[in-house]
């Protein structure tokens, strides 16, 4: 396992004065910390969670934003009893997210397992930028998933300061 704060840390629950530092100068935030101490609990319990990268995370509103390596996340799509381990151990919402990903690639991981068809800019006259998705609106219909776009779009926005624009398309099929 590791995390943004040295395991030790993350397994006592107190940080060290380098990690301290670190939070103080703002070079890591309080999710980061408290996620931290959260997957060394999870780890201690599950062997392919003492796998995970923690790279960071986020808190928007109550749901916790982290990012991990794609293999972590792989694991994770693979096997959903682990999200729910996550979910369970944080009482959150759990967003999961590919931390080498590019911004499309990030958009998924928000949609998942909705399938984004299509992401584009748009350009706004006052210079600023729009971030433009289309996702399939069949396989919404089908998931169970309870797609939340106003909170996809407020986690876009405090995560990636992205402006986010979302539309559906239904499958042509
Ligand atoms: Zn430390």
Not at 143 to 160: Q, Y
Request: glycine share 4%.
């Amino acid at each position: 396992m590791k995390t943004p704060i040295c395991l030790f840390d993350a397994k006592t629950g107190i940080l060290c004065s380098k990690c301290d530092a670190k939070l103080t100068s703002g070079q890591l935030n309080q999710a980061d910390v408290y996620s931290s101490i959260k997957l060394a609990k999870l780890a201690e319990r599950d062997q392919e969670i003492s796998k995970f990268t923690l790279v960071g995370s986020h808190k928007v509103d109550d749901d916790y934003i982290l990012f991990l390596r794609t293999p972590d996340i792989i694991t994770i799509r693979s096997n959903p009893a682990i999200g729910k381990k996550f979910s369970g151990e944080f009482d959150a919402n759990i967003w999961f997210i590919e931390a080498e990903g590019t911004d499309r690639r990030f958009m998924e991981n928000l949609f998942y397992p909705l399938r984004v068809l299509n992401m584009n800019l748009i350009w706004l006259p006052d210079g600023n930028k729009l971030t433009r998705v289309i996702v399939n609106q069949v396989a919404a219909n089908r998931s169970s998933f309870p797609l939340d776009v106003e909170k996809i779009r407020k986690v876009a926005k405090a995560v990636k300061k992205i402006d986010l624009i979302v539309e559906f398309e239904a499958n042509p099929n």
